[in-house]
Nanobody, 117 residues
Framework: QVQLVESGGGLVQPGGSLRLSCAASGIIFDIYKTGWYRQAPGKQRELVAT?????????TDSVQGRFTISRDRDNAKNTVYPQMNSLKPADTAVYYCHALHGGTVYWGQGTQVTVSS
């Protein structure tokens, strides 16, 4: 059974930092392109960042320079992280982990990130 389990969301003040985690099980992690999407209230889900099996990264313009995505395949952790710095109220959303290979996509359940003073 495939599972993507997110953690690390919460409330943070503007300018603060958060590190989300997504632990994958049930898939051959190394062959999947993994990453994060987010969905704010009343808005469509949007791509935040992705990392390929070869560690190429891609970011949406609004987080470029503030977010860093990375993968940890050591010790079978199979985890993908976004380090999110200089957070803004506009970053408030539910963040979803995803894994993609060919025509197969898996999603996590989502974790809430709220940026507010």
């Amino acid at each position: 059974q495939v599972q993507l389990v997110e953690s690390g969301g919460g409330l943070v003040q503007p300018g603060g930092s958060l590190r989300l985690s997504c632990a994958a099980s049930g898939i051959i992690f190394d062959i999947y392109k993994t990453g994060w999407y987010r969905q704010a209230p009343g808005k469509q889900r949007e791509l935040v960042a992705t990392i390929s099996p070869g560690s190429s990264t891609k970011y949406t313009d609004s987080v470029q320079g503030r977010f860093t995505i990375s993968r940890d395949r050591d010790n079978a952790k199979n985890t993908v992280y976004p380090q999110m710095n200089s957070l803004k109220p506009a970053d408030t959303a539910v963040y979803y982990c995803h894994a993609l290979h060919g025509g197969t996509v898996y999603w996590g359940q989502g974790t809430q990130v709220t940026v507010s003073s």
